[in-house]
């Protein structure tokens, strides 16, 4: 069958509509206006639709979310997803993985929700090298409960649980995790979309513990976006990233600029495979 220029471009188009996913719901979005959550949720979105059309079955891909205002991007994402207990996201995403080897599994976490009730998984799940990848909204803060510290709040943050300061050193979540043995080991910037929805696609594909720490300024009650607009650096790439030496050093640079991208990316058996 022959078709004229315009009609072969008129079913190419159909063809790309019909396989392009629609990840909208009919849930009312209740993330603050502005919140940099969209960005998130934007680049997640975009990244799956170009892993669609590369021929990714989205019906194999299972998200789940935690508790806080990170949380509610299940509601927001047509795909197979649910809402686990507070720091229990990545466990559950844990145990459908070792369910069905065959999906992609994404666990969306808060820095409160991962970093302070969920921190114990988190550390056996990249000892494991658990075949999920964890992508966490970090904004520094307890969002949703209206702005308590968390353990990645900077010392003298002033919220409703340190009205005088915060007195503790924030902890270093992706240093932690890679000590833990996590096989790819990410930090991002949620404003900068192209970037980060690269570094989720990038994850989504990795054999193993994955990890993206994004920042993500909370608006209402830490907006940090001023300051990381001006000292954010995205790193090569196309760099190699299998020193795990380097990595620590990248990991540990404390100065005027907050790096961004890939720090560390290896291929090791998963805990599935062996399993």
Known sequence: ME????????????????????????????????????????????????????????????????????????????????????GREAALASGAKLANPELTVVAFAGDGDAYAEGIEHLVHLAKRNSGISLFVHNNQVFGLTTGQATPTSP????????????????LNPLLVLLSSGATFVARAYAPDLKETQALMKRAMKHRGFAVIDIIQPCITFADTREHFRNHVQWLDPNAPRDDFEAAVKLIRQDGEKTLLGIFYEVAKPTFEEQA
């Open 155 to 170: 010392k003298g943050y002033r919220g409703r649980s340190t009205p005088f300061g915060s007195i503790d050193e924030p």
């Open 3 to 86: 078709f004229t220029l315009s009609e072969a471009n008129v079913l190419k188009m159909t063809i790309k509509i019909k396989n392009m996913p629609n990840l909208n719901t009919i849930a009312k979005n209740t993330w603050c206006p502005g919140c940099t959550n969209f960005f998130i949720l934007t680049a997640f979105n975009k990244a799956v639709e170009e892993m669609v059309a590369e021929g990714f079955d989205k019906d194999k891909l299972f998200c789940a979310a935690g508790i806080g205002c990170h949380g509610k991007i299940a509601d927001y994402i047509n795909l197979n997803s649910c809402i686990a207990l507070h």
